[in-house]
């Protein structure tokens, strides 16, 4: 398991899964931010700061990692464990794209897009509520190797996939004029992303490190 790799006692990677944890915790408040300067009624100006300083910390953590990862496999060479070594270095891009993909939602909110009082923000805002959760979960997944619940989340998350699908389906087709469709199917895509990405995290506890970022493909085109 992952987890056992940062418990083998290496001065160098005892850290490793603390800052894990923090590039998720990370991602979490940038979301919450982002997506609040167009759900919530946030003045995006008064958040931006803090959200590009956020990003920059994530991507911090994760040059971080990487170069751990490196010293430990040039430091034990046929004794490192070169697929947990992977499977790290594959889910630190994974969390940092969450972190892009959150920057991307408050771009709308830079360009003038605010639905905090449309008809439809109390189901916007539960599909914000439901990617916040997955990314507690993941964190909570990953630091535990819970396989079972790693299964279960995936799975749901698998079906949310599916209806962000549907949403984007749904608002190529509409009559309404561009200025309503256009930034709920460009969310709905970020959202998609976020949570594909999040999954990808969580099949690092339960698939082979050649399985790694199955959760990018679509489902017609998985093998």
């Known amino acids: 398991?992952?987890?056992?790799?940062?418990?083998?006692?290496?001065?160098?990677?005892?850290?490793?899964?603390?800052?894990?944890?923090?590039?998720?915790?990370?991602?979490?408040?940038?979301?919450?931010?982002?997506?609040?300067?167009?759900?919530?009624g946030t003045d995006p100006q008064a958040v931006g700061k803090d959200i590009?300083?956020?990003?920059?910390?994530?991507?911090?953590?994760?040059?971080?990692?990487r170069r751990a990862l490196v010293v430990h496999a040039s430091t034990r060479g046929a004794q490192a464990d070169i697929g947990t070594i992977l499977v790290l270095m594959s889910i630190t891009k994974d969390i940092e794209r969450v972190g892009d993909y959150a920057k991307n939602i408050w771009d709308l909110a830079d360009h003038g897009v605010d639905m905090s009082n449309d008809d439809d923000v109390e189901s916007l805002r539960k599909r914000r509520d439901q990617v916040t959760e997955l990314i507690v979960e993941t964190s909570r997944i990953?630091?535990?190797?819970?396989?079972?619940?790693?299964?279960?989340?995936?799975?749901?998350?698998?079906?949310?996939?599916?209806?962000?699908d549907a949403e984007i389906g749904t608002l190529i087709g509409t009559d309404a004029p561009?200025?309503?469709?256009?930034?709920?199917?460009?969310?709905?895509?970020?959202?998609?992303?976020?949570?594909?990405?999040?999954?990808?995290?969580?099949?690092?506890?339960v698939m082979p490190v050649d399985r790694l970022d199955y959760y990018d493909e679509d489902k017609a085109d998985r093998i």
Do not use: W
Request: with cysteine; glycine share 4%.
């Open 178 to 205: 561009g200025s309503y469709a256009v930034p709920r199917a460009l969310l709905s895509r970020y959202l998609k992303r976020i949570v594909a990405h999040l999954m990808n995290v969580m099949s690092a506890v």
């Open 1 to 40: 398991m992952v987890l056992e790799f940062f418990r083998g006692g290496e001065d160098q990677l005892e850290s490793l899964h603390g800052d894990v944890q923090d590039m998720l915790a990370s991602c979490r408040h940038t979301f919450n931010a982002a997506i609040n300067t167009v759900l919530g």
């Open 142 to 164: 990953f630091a535990s190797q819970d396989t079972e619940a790693a299964h279960v989340t995936i799975q749901a998350a698998d079906e949310l996939l599916d209806e962000f």
């Open 52 to 65: 590009r300083k956020t990003d920059r910390t994530i991507n911090k953590a994760e040059r971080k990692i």
